[in-house]
């Protein structure tokens, strides 16, 4: 499974995959990737509701991630989370890579809306979730709350 924009490359995280690709030089693999790999290895079904890297096109290097907090809940709710390298920031990957998995999302019947939060000094998050037509939702302990609903 592997979605595609015109400069990205949006793959569920995987060890093979891992193993196959070389980062950014300022990319790290985080500890929410490992426990999402072991979280996999639990339950396959879990395999897309977690860790996606974003890899550029142009010279296939892990650039980011991005994904969800589990799969859908009883509200048929999904919650997006994404971090891009410093050096491929404010050129409008993230918006790129967010929009193509909230598309992704929203073709299961089961994923009715899409939330989001993020620091409310954070301009450059709140400027993607902006640009991806998502509504704020609430304002919590310095924390946007945002949606799309399908």
């Not at 009883?74 to 919650?79: D, G, L, M, R, S």
């Amino acid at each position: 499974m592997v979605l595609q924009t015109q400069r990205l490359k949006i793959i569920p995280c995987s060890e093979a995959l891992l193993s196959s690709i070389s980062t950014a030089e300022e990319y790290e693999f985080g500890p929410h990737i490992y426990m999402y790999l072991k979280g996999i290895k639990e339950d396959s079904t879990l395999i897309g509701w977690g860790v996606w890297l974003v890899i550029n096109r142009e010279d296939n290097t892990i650039i980011g991630d991005i994904g969800f907090k589990g799969k859908p809940n009883k509200e048929n709710t999904v919650e997006v989370g994404y971090r891009m390298v410093p050096s491929a920031q404010n050129k409008g990957y993230a918006t790129e890579a967010v929009r193509e998995i909230i598309k992704w999302a929203f073709s299961f019947k089961n994923v009715e809306k899409v939330v989001a939060e993020c620091k409310d000094d954070n301009v450059g998050s709140i400027r993607v979730l902006e640009k991806l037509h998502m509504k704020r939702s609430g304002h919590e302990n310095n924390m946007l709350k945002w949606q799309l609903v399908k």
